[in-house]
């Protein structure tokens, strides 16, 4: 069993967590979830590998540990992966002339090294099949790609060796079917949504693994949802840039060779994957601070109601200008008409009402802070019929920005440990 | 013969920073090639027109009966940067078959 719990700007949570306390910084839920799920996976023996691990793998085991020994269990054997974590080697890894420059848009790192909140490197598979191999049951891993959750036990089980392209190409096309959960079975379905059944009880997607690297998409019986060609091509093409190549650490697979076939009731097969040789690369994901963010939404009811949201924004402007606050950007959208599509969304003959939403984001806080003061004013001082302000005042929320590098595979080296309670 | 993308094509979209993508599908087989002859990047282009402030890519994958497209700089600057209700480009999929295509061919919807 895989868990995904790391998105892009989780790494910079977990490690300012990790910074306040050197115990925490890893998914507290894993931890409980593990709890729940562990007496059945150790009695089907089904192993269990997650990235929840965060900044901090080596804390979510003993975290892990203390549980299990309050509760009687031994002889449970848990790997952790780190290594990945090199915010600490920045500087180091500059001096040896590793300079980590935006990959997308070429700018230095030196730009916002002073800022940088978390950088970790993605590694794949390979420490997840050594911890497999050295017989943990559990795999904790700190950043590592989705997929890798998902093609390690292939490899695991299969004994694919690392330079078997199309295998190991087959593995992430089958882990990157899975890394959002129900979304390949029925989740966010476009094609005929009212057609899902059972919505409330949807089972989350299975690969079934071959060792000629022939897959199978399935889900439990009894659950809700469906498994058919188009869900599974609806999450092959989430999230993708060009689909013939599919860069991962261990190979780059080719979504253009994917052959889909429909088996049976909720069984689809995968197969005929090509896949090409790895980069010398790891991608790097960094993060840093950037400022601020506050949103503002108020509901205005019939007659006139998007003149009056519109009125409302015009004055609040104003007032802000008044002020002489500085905004890197100022947006208005108009919930209910056009934040979606903008422009291109019709407007319907009839506006019953609108919520008009107010973004605003700069470099400080402070200003960030006063916009939401200027907002609760308006119920009282502005066009008429409005409501929907109960939630008090829109608090500022720092921005957390992304920085992609790529480093060479042979600067960092992935940490493999595996204990026994 | 005229219609909405809506009517031949299912969709999905979603993030990587500040570019959205969109997976493009043909509900049948008969449908890609006139999706692949019709739904061009620069047509992308201009419907998305004031949303898009970068290029558009296109890429064909016919074995899932499917076009992938990169709207750079559609997303207000990506992730929690971004400013917009969709910084995710959610619903950038559903905007895209709004698209409406007047083709010479017949075939049936």
Redesign the interface.
Known sequence: MMMDFLA??TMSIMQKQKRRNPELGYARDLVQIIEQILPTCLEKNIKIITNGGGANPGGCRDELFRWARKKGITGLKVGTVSGDDILDRIDGLSEQGIHLDNM?TGEPLEKISHKVLSANVYFGASSIVEALREGAQIVITGRTTDTALTYAPMIFEFGWSWDDWNKLAAGVVGGHILECGA?ASGG?F???WEAVPDLAHIGFPIAEAYPDGEIVITKHEGTGGMVTV?TV????????????NYITPECIAD??????EQLGNNRVKVSGVKGKPATSFYKVSMSYR??Y?A?ATLTYAWPDALEKAQAADRILRTRLSDLGLEFE???T?Y?GLN??????AEMPEIINEVVL?I???SKDHDSAERFGKEVAPLILTGPPGVTGFAGGRPKP??????W?ALIAKNAVTPEVVVEEV | MRFRLLAICHARSGDKGDVGNIGLIARKAEYFPIMKKYVTADLVRKHFEGICRGKVERFELPNLWALNFLLHGVLGGGGTKSLKNDSQGKTLSSALLRMELDIQERITL
């Open positions: 892009e700007v997308d979304q966010n476009s094609a005929q188009q091509k609806e999450q092959l093409v989430y999230e993708i840039g060009d689909p013939a979504f253009t060779s994917i052959e889909l950037d400022g963010t949103v950007e100022i947006r959208e919930l934040s979606c599509h903008g422009p291109i939403r973004a605003v984001r929320s720092e921005v957390i920005a992304y992609p």
